[in-house]
C-alpha cells in the first residue's frame, strides 16, 4: 500500500506540476495575446488618426476650392461690369461729343444770326435816318 500511497503522491507532483505548467502557459499566451492585441489597437489607431487627418485636409482643400470657385466667380462679375461700364462710357463721351459739336453749331449759329441782327438793325436805323431826312 506503501507503493500506492508513493504513486500517488508522485501522481499529485505530477498533475500539479502540469497544472503549473498549464497555468504559465495560459499566463504567457495571455500576456502575449494581449501585447498583440495591444499593437494591433494602436496599429489601427494611428491608421484611424492618419485616416482623420486625410480627410481633414480633404475638406481643407474642397473648402479651399470652393473658396477659389467663389472668388473666380466673383471677378469674373466685377470684369463683366467693368466691361459693361466702360462701354456706357464710350457711348457717354460720344454722346458728350456730339453734344458739344452740335453746341458749337448752334453757338456758331447764334453768332452769325446776332450778327446779321446788328447788321439789319444798323440799316434800319440807316434807313430811318434817310426816311427823316426827306
Not at 105 to 111: G, L, N, Q, Y
Request: aromatic share 6%; no cysteine; net charge negative.
Amino acid at each position: 500500500m506503501y507503493k500506492i500511497h508513493d504513486e500517488y503522491s508522485k501522481l499529485e507532483l505530477i498533475i500539479s506540476d502540469i497544472s503549473e505548467k498549464v497555468f504559465d502557459s495560459l499566463k504567457d499566451q495571455r500576456e502575449e495575446f494581449l501585447s498583440a492585441y495591444k499593437a494591433l489597437s494602436e496599429n489601427v489607431q494611428s491608421k484611424v488618426d492618419e485616416i482623420k487627418q486625410t480627410v481633414e485636409q480633404k475638406e481643407r482643400e474642397i473648402n479651399e476650392h470652393v473658396l477659389v470657385k467663389e472668388l473666380i466667380k466673383e471677378r469674373d462679375w466685377y470684369r463683366q461690369e467693368v466691361v459693361n461700364l466702360d462701354k456706357l462710357l464710350r457711348e457717354a463721351k460720344k454722346a458728350e461729343s456730339d453734344l458739344k459739336d452740335r453746341l458749337d453749331e448752334v453757338s456758331s449759329d447764334r453768332r452769325w444770326l446776332s450778327d446779321q441782327v446788328r447788321t439789319l438793325m444798323n440799316k434800319k436805323a440807316e434807313l430811318e435816318e434817310q426816311v427823316s431826312k426827306k
